[in-house]
């Protein structure tokens, strides 16, 4: 049974009862208490986790050939529950035995456009196709921002680069699947590459540019990791509506699927609208929510730059200390 705010004062168990603080912060708890080896954890619920009451038992989620990482189960209950729980002197059981294991299919979506110097190098831009679908109170989770929007940038891209007709360099397109379970389709994109990773010169991936982020001049996307590439400055000086990440704190430069070519030395960044967007995972991320002028304009802003590169000579390369160091 946890009380108090910290979750690094958590102690060891092997099933654990956490009431979360409304304001958030479920994620810390749940990794602090997988840390300290919980096989269940037992969440109160709070606003944010209404729509997971009743519904299964949370497990991970991973590829196939991956082997079971044995994470904790984590259930939510309502308050009342929670609290008889914890009168009855927090005792649980949880009966491992009833298990089951659910498999899925998930789609990495590719689009090519060939290049007429086939060792020029290849420039990738991507985004993810997947969200949230259905929560188990049957509330539909649209997902038009995360990353619907990216997606339709991926697609338009394709579309104008393609009509200005053949680029030096081959343009590859990439809707991964699966990132919300943990980022899994562009870690199943790494391992399975369909080029060789090293022909790839850059990856931009796309996500969540449905609105403006106050924070940011207007009409101006963040760059995670801004400054760990000459990536970002080479787009912004060919016109790009890109800047720093204004949340370096949130770490968005290793939340996002650019982060496993990262790590594989490719230089790969995210752009974003607003990252810290209200909608963000909530029933209203919806097309109503879209800020389409904003969307137009920005990746209306990528078409020239990308073409640039693609019939230029320019490769992006790491800054001193930029690349992830590979784990
Ligand atoms: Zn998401």
Redesign the pocket.
């Known amino acids: 049974m946890a009380e108090g705010q910290d979750p690094a004062a958590l102690p060891a168990g092997e099933v654990v009862l956490i009431a979360p603080p409304e304001g958030g912060g479920v994620r810390a708890w749940i990794g602090a208490a997988t840390q300290k080896g919980a096989k269940l954890i037992v969440l109160r619920q709070t606003a944010a986790l209404a729509g997971a009451v009743g519904g299964p038992p949370r497990t991970s989620i991973r590829l196939a050939e991956t082997p079971a990482r044995g994470g904790p189960v984590v259930v939510v209950v309502p308050g009342e529950t929670f609290d008889r729980m914890r009168a009855a002197g927090g005792t649980a059981s949880f009966d491992p035995g009833q298990a089951t294991v659910e498999e899925g299919v998930t789609t990495n979506a590719i689009g090519w456009l060939q290049g007429t110097d086939p060792d020029a190098g290849v420039l990738m831009v991507s985004a993810?196709l997947d969200?949230?679908g259905v929560r188990s109170d049957g509330v539909v989770m649209y997902?038009a921002n995360?990353?619907a929007s990216g997606t339709v940038a991926v697609i338009e891209l394709a579309g104008a680069l393609a009509d200005m007709g053949p680029h030096e360099r081959s343009l590859m397109f990439v809707a991964y699947g699966s990132?919300?379970a943990g980022l899994l389709g562009s870690r199943y994109f790494v391992d399975h590459p369909p080029i060789p990773l090293t022909d790839i010169a850059a990856n931009l991936e796309i996500?969540?540019i449905g609105d403006q982020d106050p924070q940011l001049p207007a009409g101006v996307m963040m760059m995670t990791g801004f400054d760990r590439s000459n990536f970002g400055a080479a787009l912004k000086a060919r016109g790009a509506l890109v800047g720093p990440d204004p949340y370096p704190e949130q770490n968005f430069f290793e939340r996002s699927d650019n982060y496993a070519l990262a790590l594989s030395g490719i230089v790969a960044h995210t752009v974003s609208g607003w990252a810290t967007i209200p909608t963000?995972?909530t029933p209203e991320d919806t097309i109503a929510n879209l800020n389409i002028p904003f969307m137009t304009t920005a990746i209306g802003s990528l078409v020239e730059p990308l073409a640039a590169m693609a019939d230029g000579d320019f490769t992006p390369e790491w800054a001193e200390g930029g690349r992830p160091a590979p784990r």
């Open positions: 993810h969200h949230i997902g995360d990353d990132e919300e996500e969540m963000y995972h």
